[in-house]
């Protein structure tokens, strides 16, 4: 009987998902890194059973090769979320190579290393991931606000998973030392499996978070001396009077660009004037036009959301609860009956 190793399986899912990610209708472009990652993730999972499955040991020689270049993915694909990189193209591929460089220099000069190296590099790219997402989701400037908690939270478990993925590796190295290896196989196979079906979850949930394509970067400027009242009057004019809550794709930057001020002083004065992120603020908007039309119109509960900017049903609820603490559509039914 053909004997099937559980990282086969978890590869057919990983491809799955990668099918379903890549093939989004969606016009915007895709985050390749992250659709990159889940295809490389279903890769290393083949080698895992190759290597423990069948016993092939030439998957020793490919397998680090395949890790090193994991977290990079990661790291590109949450940055392409937060900011457009000045680099040349060529210099950043050339930076994240790195990772990948050292390994075949450990497989050459002292296997030992290899080990030490890729544990570095997942520790490291966590941390960097960790500080990208220090101010929160509005961190998040090149999302579409009503995918940018999603994304977020995705961004920390994907982290997360680089982090569980460096204590397996010190783990299986301390086996090996104190127990010649009795628990490095269910250790690399059981563990490593679900770092990489977290990471790849979390590159998908990531992935559905997709960088405008006509928002241009915006340029660090100095903090400003004006007031944050004066910040809040122009923002609040962009809201009400031009009604950009209701653009679908509105992102930090795009509102930055539409107040003729940077990403920072948007966040910073939203936060410091009303208490709460940026996209929590515009939704509020969102939500008070939805109420309007839950009232006055007999629009369907899927037109209404769409209309006030929201894209799915599911982020619409979820915001609709927490300001007003009940559903759309208990919100029509109580003002209807009002009446």
């Known amino acids: 009987m053909l004997f099937i190793p559980f990282p086969f399986a978890v590869a057919i899912v990983l491809l799955v998902l990668f099918a379903s990610v890549f093939w989004q209708d969606d016009d915007r472009p895709a985050n390749l890194a992250f659709v990159t990652l889940i295809l490389v993730s279903a890769f290393q999972s083949v080698l895992s059973g190759l290597r ?66 890729l544990f570095l590099v997942f520790i490291g790219y966590a941390i960097a991931i960790l500080r990208l997402m220090r101010p929160g989701m509005d961190a998040l400037r090149l999302a579409a606000f009503d995918e940018a908690r999603p994304a977020y939270y995705a961004s920390l478990f994907a982290a997360a998973a680089l982090l569980l ?62 007031e944050d009242s004066e910040m809040m009057t122009a923002i609040q004019a962009l809201m009400v009077d031009k009604r950009l809550y209701q653009d679908q794709s509105l992102t930090v930057n795009k509102l930055a660009r539409k107040a003729g001020l940077s990403a920072r002083q948007i966040s910073e004065a939203i936060n410091r004037a009303a208490g709460k992120n940026v ?61």
């Open 52 to 117: 423990w499955g069948y016993g092939v040991q030439a998957v020793m020689y490919v397998a680090p090769l395949v890790a090193a270049i994991m977290p990079p993915l990661v790291y590109a694909g949450v940055f392409q979320l937060v900011k457009k990189s000045t680099r040349p193209p060529l210099l950043r591929i050339g930076i994240h190579l790195l990772p990948a460089v050292f390994v075949l220099i450990s497989m050459v000069v002292w296997r030992e290393a290899i080990d030490v190296v």
């Open 165 to 226: 993925s460096a204590v397996l590796d010190a783990a299986v190295t301390f086996d090996l030392i104190w127990t010649h290896g009795r628990y490095a196989p269910t250790l690399i196979v059981g563990g490593n499996m679900a770092a990489l079906v977290i990471l790849s979850a979390a590159a998908a949930a990531a992935s559905r978070s997709r960088a405008a394509r006509d928002v241009p970067e915006i340029i660090e400027a100095p903090k400003a001396d004006a």
């Open 279 to 339: 996209s929590q603020y515009v939704n509020e908007f969102r939500i008070a036009e939805a109420c309007k039309l839950l009232t006055e119109t007999e629009q369907s509960v899927i037109e209404i959301m769409y209309s006030v900017g929201f894209q799915t049903k599911s982020n619409f609820n979820r915001e609709f609860r927490r300001l007003t603490e009940i559903t759309p559509l208990e919100w029509r039914k109580r003002t209807i009956s009002r009446e």
